[in-house]
């Protein structure tokens, strides 16, 4: 495990010249080595968007405040990964699918903790995260699904 | 409907695992068969420019690609293009050769693509595949490229109650008609019961409902419609091209049994063209895999939103058919050289168009389409042909 950190370990946020912490995925994922899950709120038109981005996908401002989100939400779409990328291959067969979290946005990651078999479109899920956190680029914490 | 550009010669490599031909090789061969197809092009004097699509460097340690293709076909010094837009690399090329020869700019151009895959492990090749999707969200979490199909495909079977049969009969008659085309990766037939019972993939997508890595290459010699008759008698004429976008990962999209973009380039190409879906007579569609070509059905119009499995099941897109898609045997059986598959749906269609597509000739073909996305469809592009003698 030498190459993964706790996340007392983990690393500051990116922030601008004011300090406050920039609307990026870095900062996104930095949070889920905290176990929050945040997303932005627009400030100009009030979407709330997670992944984070700098520009409003709806109205194309650059005001923003972070939101933290709930961390509830039903499955949409899956697929059950039976040949996977090098780095996942020791979990296959494993489970994907895309969760529309209560508060609005869409957001794709692994289902653990359930049995492949049981999976349904609609089943209730909730957003859990890794607890350990690369070393090297990109030191980003997994979030995960499981069943809520 | 006045033609953007006209077809005047084409050629492509034979699709398959090509051991020890690398891109360069492939492309000079895709390229001596349109330059030997058009006994009256002079290509130095008359080729203008090269524009070619390729999609990953990582195949071959290999960029910079367009001086070295256009070298190796023997036009130094003329000026090379390289497009990428993943799967849809050289669609993407072939829209910019058509803005250079709609500007003025150029009278004669080559376009074409280029992938070679197969010395690449299976899982090598999955993971550069993957790099046309989201890093930090879609590959992070093990989500591979089946897997963005599998789930648009669940979401499908979900929605509307297309089964695992429907989408296995895309892939049966891709090889029926795979098996017609000397220029293949396979040229066998397979069944319905081969597709369903073939190792998961990404369920419930299934070996047999994907793609094929293939080594290839093709290429189209395009002029300006008002010299097209210098060089050929045949020509085939480009009378609409459209090309739209969508978000780069599946789950920023609102509905996952839809391709937007495919559905958006399809509308500007239909009325570009003047003709609608029902004068469609050959179509060659993107079928990475067997879920892709159900939405085409859909997005290109030959069906309602989510009758795409009923379609198939009535074999209307079968040789015979109402509309027979993907004659080449598409990317499923042809195989997908990635940046080859724009220009080699092209090159089917002016096969189709000008009575040289042998046993799987369709009948009094007068007007083609191809369809052609990248990665998730986040690129679409559609052309629509029409016969030019």
């Known amino acids: ?148 | 409907m006045s033609p953007i550009a006209s077809i005047v010669s084409a050629g492509i490599s034979k699709f398959g695992v090509r051991e020890g031909l690398y891109s360069r090789e492939l492309f000079s061969e895709a390229a001596k068969e349109a330059f030997d197809n058009c006994p009256n092009l002079d290509p130095r004097r008359d080729v203008k420019a090269l524009f070619v699509g390729m999609m990953s460097e990582s195949y071959e340690h290999q960029a910079h690609v367009a001086p070295l293709f256009l070298d190796w076909i023997g036009l130094l010094p003329k000026p090379a293009f390289r497009t990428e837009g993943a799967c849809a690399s050289s669609s993407v090329a072939m829209r910019t050769a058509l803005f250079s020869i709609a500007s003025g700019a150029y009278d004669v151009v080559i376009v074409g693509g280029v992938e070679k895959m197969t010395h690449v492990s299976m899982t090598g090749v999955t993971e550069i595949l993957a790099m046309a999707s989201d890093f930090p969200f879609e590959q992070w979490h093990g989500i591979s490229f089946p897997g963005i199909f599998g789930m648009m495909a669940v979401d499908h079977m979900h929605r509307y109650g297309t089964t695992e049969e429907q989408l296995a009969k895309v892939a049966v008659k891709n090889h029926d008609h795979g098996a017609l085309n000397p220029k293949a990766h396979f040229q066998k037939r397979i069944t319905v019961d081969e597709v369903l019972s073939s190792k998961p993939v990404a369920w419930p997508l299934k070996l047999y409902d994907c793609c094929p890595r293939s080594d290839g290459a093709s290429c189209l010699i395009l002029t300006s419609p008002r010299i097209a008759k210098k060089f050929t008698d045949t020509p085939v004429n480009i009378i609409g091209s459209g090309q739209a976008q969508d978000t780069l990962s599946l789950f920023e999209r609102d509905n996952f049994s839809t391709m937007k973009a495919a559905r958006l380039a399809a509308k500007q190409a239909y009325d570009q063209a003047g003709i609608t879906p029902a004068d469609v007579d050959v179509a060659e569609v993107h079928d990475c895999f067997t879920i892709a070509e159900i939405l085409a059905y859909e997005e290109l119009g030959f069906c309602k939103t989510g009758e795409g499995g009923k379609l198939i099941d009535e074999g209307q897109t079968h040789l015979g058919g109402k509309i027979p898609v993907n004659t080449s045997g598409g990317l499923k059986a042809k195989g997908h050289p990635v940046g080859a598959t724009g220009t080699a749906q092209a090159h089917e269609i002016y096969l189709q168009l000008t009575n040289q597509a042998g046993k799987r000739q369709v009948a009094n073909a007068d007007f083609g389409l191809t369809e052609n996305v990248g990665g998730s469809a986040s690129t679409g592009v559609v052309h629509i042909y029409q016969r030019g003698d």
């Open chain 1, 1 to 148: 495990m030498s190459k993964t950190m706790t996340r007392e370990a983990s690393k500051d946020f990116v922030r601008d010249a004011h300090g406050e912490i920039l609307p990026i995925i870095e900062n996104f994922y930095s949070y889920c080595a905290e176990g929050k899950l945040m997303g932005i709120k627009c400030v100009g038109c009030g979407q709330i968007m997670c992944p984070p981005r700098a520009i409003c996908r709806n109205c194309l401002s650059d005001k923003y405040e972070w939101v933290e989100l709930k961390e509830r939400g039903k499955l949409v779409t899956y697929t059950i990964i039976y040949f996977p990328p090098t780095q996942f291959q020791l979990l296959a067969p494993y489970a994907v699918g895309i969760s529309k979290l209560d508060d609005g946005p869409h957001l794709p990651g692994m289902i653990k903790n359930v049995k492949l078999e049981e999976i349904t479109i609609g089943m209730p899920l909730r957003v859990d995260y890794e607890t350990v956190i690369p070393k090297d680029w990109p030191r980003w914490a997994r979030y995960f699904f499981k069943p809520a």
